[in-house]
């Protein structure tokens, strides 16, 4: 079965070629094999709304079946934003560094014991006319950092560091993070109907 990854976000494709290696004849396949880029507007007030928007409108442009994602983070302290604004916090076309400096501005005055919040992500997969063959979700619980820390993974991975540990995601790096992360869970939960979907 060849799935297409429908993702802008270098960092997430190669989270997913590790966390989807182990689906005996699963072959991905990137954006970069569609003739055309396609722009979808991410404009639902849900994680899985979104996801379901994107892998829909892809996979009937490209013909084939597409699992795509929506993530972000929810930050108690902020009432759960940026949520499924993470990618455009502070503004249109932010860069991650953007995005987490105005985090941390805003959580200046906020204590320690409040600056809990959590990654979520939703995917969905759907066939090549759009129809949705499989949905799942996953949280990653940590805390907000007091200043960006560490090298790896992309997003907020700099600032968040998650429940059990001192270091930030991005100081843990991908082995970590592909155990622990929202992505991971959400995936991890997906394995066993993509396993069906191949032998029904
Ligand atoms: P695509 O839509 O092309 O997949 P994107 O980066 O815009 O790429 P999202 O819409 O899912 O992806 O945006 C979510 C934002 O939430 C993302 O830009 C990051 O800032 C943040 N985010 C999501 N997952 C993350 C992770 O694993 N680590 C750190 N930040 C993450």
New binding site residues.
């Given amino acids: 079965m060849r799935i297409l990854i429908?993702?802008?976000?270098p960092?997430?494709l190669r989270?997913y070629e590790r966390l989807l290696a182990d689906v005996p004849g699963l072959e991905l396949e990137t954006?970069a094999s569609l003739a055309e880029p396609v722009d979808?507007v991410?404009d639902c007030d849900t994680?899985r709304g979104?996801?379901l928007k994107?892998a829909t409108e892809i996979a009937k442009v490209a013909g084939m079946p597409c699992l795509?994602?929506?993530?972000?983070?929810e930050v108690d302290a902020l009432g759960g934003r940026?949520g499924?604004y993470?990618?455009?916090?502070s503004g249109e076309g932010a860069t991650?560094a953007q995005?987490n400096t105005k985090l941390l501005d805003e959580l200046s005055d906020t204590a320690d014991e409040q600056r809990t919040a959590r990654?979520r992500?939703a995917i969905v997969i759907v066939d090549g006319a759009g129809h949705e063959l499989a949905m799942a979700d996953g949280a990653?619980e940590g805390r907000i950092g007091h200043e960006p820390t560490g090298a790896h993974?992309?997003?907020?991975?700099p600032l968040?560091v998650p429940e059990g540990y001192t270091q930030t995601?991005?100081e843990l790096g991908p082995d970590t993070?592909n155990e622990i992360?929202?992505?991971a869970q959400a995936a991890a939960k997906l394995v066993p109907l993509l396993r069906e979907l191949q032998n029904p």
Avoid: I, Q, W
């Fill in positions: 429908a993702t802008m976000n960092g997430k989270e954006m979808v991410e994680f979104n996801a994107k795509a994602d929506d993530s972000g983070l940026p499924v993470s990618a455009r916090y991650d995005n990654f992500c990653c993974g992309f997003g907020y991975d968040f995601m991005a993070k992360s929202h992505r």
